[in-house]
Nanobody
Framework: QVQLVESGGGLVQAGGSLRLSCAAS????????MGWFRQAPGKERAFVGA????????YYTDSVKGRFTISRDNAKNMVYLQLNSLKPEDTAVYYC?????????????????WGQGTQVTVSS
């Protein structure tokens, strides 16, 4: 089992920044990819980005490219999502997730472990 705990959400004005953190524990050796997803009210959970746990490969959905950045600290079993130039449409609950599937995946079904989510609200 892998346990994931997110933190760092909050309320920010449009154009502002936040950094989300995801702490992984348990059988982290089984992780191949770490993903970030978000779910806005009334919408399905959607892919934001993902990174290979050991580094070297990162994907982003088009709407966040150039604004969001995923980073890792394997020594601390941490993954981060830096959110810059935030827009009201970025408002959602953000989830980190872990997958043992190879290669790196972008769909919710391919992620076995999920955090509890952290709310990001962007005001206009």
């Amino acid at each position: 089992q892998v346990q994931l705990v997110e933190s760092g959400g909050g309320l920010v004005q449009a154009g502002g920044s936040l950094r989300l953190s995801c702490a992984a524990s348990g059988r982290t050796f089984s992780i191949y990819g770490m993903g970030w997803f978000r779910q806005a009210p009334g919408k399905e959970r959607a892919f934001v980005g993902a990174t290979k746990w050991s580094g070297g490969v990162t994907y982003y959905t088009d709407s966040v490219k150039g604004r969001f950045t995923i980073s890792r600290d394997n020594a601390k079993n941490m993954v981060y999502l830096q959110l810059n130039s935030l827009k009201p449409e970025d408002t959602a609950v953000y989830y980190c997730a872990a997958s043992s599937a190879i290669p790196l995946r972008t769909t919710t079904d391919d992620y076995q472990y999920w955090g509890q989510g952290t709310q990001v609200t962007v005001s206009s």
